[in-house]
């Protein structure tokens, strides 16, 4: 069964900071890994999407990164703002008739001004 | 707009009176899925769809139904509410396969008492 950690689960930084949240994963057999912000009570927005066979994606200020062999990606944030104050969720999508998304817990971050 | 719309929003109930929580997409998905997100313990998937009249359950299927008539219509239906239903319920689409991430909807929060 699918696992997927986040850790932290909550992350302060100050304004202006270069970040990397992490996102690991139990079983390499993925057919994606997809980034999510959510803002407190509030829907998913999706950020950025990796298919198997890339290594990274990039948009604005926001890079990921996927390695499979090792059950790893990472989203990094550069020059991070208040406005990136939000809970970041990582999921990954199996292969098979339900491409359902196994999610991580989520990383609370939080940019101090 | 490219978008999965759920409604209600926000939606308070008693124990045991039906409730149906509507989703509808507009991009064409063959697939559709409900989410429940609660403190602690993530998001977990209840039920997903891979086309019209093929449903099948997720992870917590337990108490929820779901119908997929039309293509882009996925309700989400708890025929008897109990107090541990009381959740963020999220739907979320995508096309079956290929590049493509899941979109998902702005959320209902739920309360059963």
């Known amino acids: 069964k699918q696992e997927v950690t986040q850790i932290p689960a909550a992350l302060s930084v100050p304004e202006g900071e270069n970040l990397v949240l992490n996102c690991s994963f139990t079983?390499?057999?993925?057919?994606?890994l997809q980034w999510f912000r959510q803002d407190p009570g509030k829907g998913l927005t999706s950020l950025l999407l990796?298919?198997?066979?890339?290594r990274e994606q990039t948009s604005g200020r926001l890079n990921a990164s996927l390695d499979k062999s090792s059950g790893r990606s990472t989203l990094y944030i550069a020059a991070s703002q208040p406005g990136d104050s939000a809970t970041y969720l990582c999921?990954?999508?199996?292969?098979?008739?339900?491409?359902?998304?196994?999610f991580g817990k989520g990383i609370t971050l939080s940019v101090r001004p | 707009e490219a978008q999965v719309t759920q409604n209600p929003r926000y939606l308070i109930t008693v124990t045991g009176k039906k409730l149906t929580v509507t989703c509808s997409q507009n991009?064409?998905?063959?697939?559709m899925s409900w989410y429940r997100q609660d403190p602690g313990l993530g998001l977990r998937q209840i039920y997903y769809?891979?086309?019209?009249?093929?449903?099948d359950k997720g992870d917590v299927p337990e108490g929820y139904k779901v119908s997929r008539k039309e293509k882009r219509n996925f309700p989400l239906i708890l025929e008897s509410p109990s107090p541990n239903q009381t959740s963020l319920y999220f739907c979320?689409?995508?096309?079956?396969?290929?590049?493509?991430?899941?979109?998902f909807g702005s959320g209902t929060r739920l309360t059963v008492v």
């Open positions: 979320a689409s995508s096309p079956v396969r290929g590049p493509y991430g899941y979109t």
């Open positions: 079983d390499s057999a993925i057919y994606n």
């Open positions: 990796i298919q198997s066979s890339q």
């Open positions: 999921a990954v999508s199996e292969y098979g008739a339900n491409s359902k998304l196994t």
């Open positions: 991009m064409n998905h063959e697939y």
């Open positions: 769809s891979m086309n019209v009249e093929v449903t």
